[in-house]
């Protein structure tokens, strides 16, 4: 029997997938996990049931959270990278990082195949793709619920046939949850005219007085959470269990699919939005003007390729190279208070605050120059555009 290694999560969709390989096609099927800082060790002991319970050969759990932040988030973080101004890359990212394990996976064990659930209409079919041709070009891709053009009722008419209970009120919210936020895809994010219910979203609205915390960052990167350095996947995770609460970071991203459609989910991710807001406010005071400009350009195009699954493409370690340049002076502490569905930056603290007082104060005194400087630089600083009116004056 040929060894067919499938990225499993335990859902509709890869429940289906164990069952089909293994009966309609024959194959031995190894099933993998990838853990990107979103499950339980509760919550991955019973995948791995169900594995066995659907026949797998193998079951197999990976722990990429800190590699997920190392090679992945960290450059989200310095980029302030917020897709369409609104989602910070939560399932894209994460994408990447489980298709590079499960790819290495297969070379480990030997597989001939590999299989993933995604469907004929989303960005995930591209991502396991693309990276499973660059890194495993000699196996064999399989995708059964795109091939078959499956509907979320024959999974589970198929799954029932085959002895496996599975309700239709079970599958009615896709809810993936990572390090970086968690996504919720259902029959209002199909719409573009209906927002999600409140029972939809994964964590309910528990914490309703304000709270101020302050985040550390050294060199771009968080380190400390009210004071405490616990390393960068920890703030972001203690962060996320006292921010989520408040129903911090909601929202519904509205985007271009790689395959040309529009599309829109839901997601809960107030860890990254509070930490990208944060950073950014700390890089406005540490960083010069075409430092920032710059990084606005190059982390764009970063977050656009990351999120069509294009992290093996060499610039890409290029552009990291001059993001993580760019965060040499990005140090200090950012003070932030919490409240119901919001949050307010109050500001920062940094030996490297370029508002320093040393040299002026906005608005009211200058310190490092003269107000017959100012007069001589701003007639040379707009020179040009006063020789074009008079040589083009019809006047």
């Given at each position: 029997m040929k060894k067919v290694v499938l990225a499993f999560s335990g859902g509709l969709d890869t429940s289906f997938c164990c069952i089909y390989l293994s009966r309609d096609l024959g194959l031995e099927v190894h099933s993998v996990i990838v853990n990107t800082g979103g499950f339980s060790n509760e919550e991955l002991q019973a995948i791995e049931k169900r594995a066995y319970e659907l026949g797998v050969k193998s079951h197999t759990t990976?722990?990429?959270?800190?590699?997920?932040?190392?090679?992945?988030?960290?450059?989200?973080?310095?980029?302030?990278?917020?897709?369409?101004?609104?989602?910070?890359?939560?399932?894209?990212?994460?994408?990447?990082?489980?298709?590079?394990?499960?790819?290495?996976?297969?070379?480990?064990?030997?597989?001939?195949?590999?299989a993933h659930g995604s469907t004929g209409a989303g960005n995930d079919q591209v991502r396991f793709d693309m990276i499973f041709q660059t890194l495993i070009p000699g196996i064999e891709i399989i995708t059964p619920i795109r091939d078959l053009q499956l509907s979320r009722e024959d999974e589970i008419e198929y799954l029932n046939k085959h002895g496996v209970e599975y309700s239709a009120e079970k599958a009615k919210y896709s809810i993936n949850k990572g390090l970086w936020g968690t996504s919720v895809g259902g029959v209002e994010t199909l719409t573009s005219n209906q927002y999600l219910p409140e029972s939809a979203w994964p964590t309910p609205v528990s914490s309703t007085e304000p709270r101020q915390i302050t985040i550390d960052f050294e060199n771009g990167e968080p380190v400390a959470l009210n004071g405490e350095k616990i390393g960068a996947v920890k703030v972001i995770q203690e962060l996320q269990a006292i921010a989520q609460p408040y129903g911090?970071?909601?929202?519904?991203?509205?985007?271009?699919?790689?395959?040309?459609?529009?599309?829109?989910?839901?997601?809960?991710?107030?860890?990254?939005?509070?930490?990208?807001?944060?950073?950014?406010?700390?890089?406005?005071?540490?960083?010069?003007?075409?430092?920032?400009?710059w990084k606005d350009q190059l982390s764009a195009f970063y977050g656009n390729y990351m999120h069509e699954g294009q992290m093996h493409d060499p610039v890409m370690r290029d552009m990291e190279a001059f993001l993580s340049s760019s965060q040499a002076t990005v140090s200090g502490r950012v003070f932030?208070?919490?409240?119901?569905?919001?949050?307010?930056?109050?500001?920062?603290?940094?030996?490297?605050d370029l508002m320093s007082n040393k040299f002026g104060s906005y608005g009211e005194m200058?310190?490092?120059?003269?107000?017959?400087?100012?007069?001589?630089?701003?007639?040379?600083?707009?020179?040009?555009?006063?020789?074009?009116?008079k040589v083009n004056s019809k006047g």
């Open positions: 990976i722990d990429e959270t800190e590699d997920y932040y190392r090679d992945t988030i960290k450059y989200l973080i310095f980029g302030n990278v917020l897709k369409n101004a609104t989602y910070p890359l939560s399932v894209s990212a994460e994408r990447v990082c489980q298709a590079t394990a499960i790819a290495n996976y297969c070379k480990k064990i030997g597989a001939e195949c590999v911090i970071g909601r929202d519904i991203h509205v985007g271009d699919t790689i395959i040309g459609i529009k599309g829109r989910v839901g997601f809960e991710a107030a860890a990254s939005v509070i930490l990208i807001k944060a950073h950014h406010t700390l890089e406005k005071h540490t960083l010069t003007k075409w430092q920032l400009s932030v208070e919490l409240h119901p569905y919001r949050f307010v930056v109050i500001g920062i603290e940094s030996e490297h200058n310190k490092g120059y003269t107000g017959d400087d100012v007069k001589g630089f701003s007639k040379i600083f707009g020179n040009q555009t006063i020789i074009w009116h």
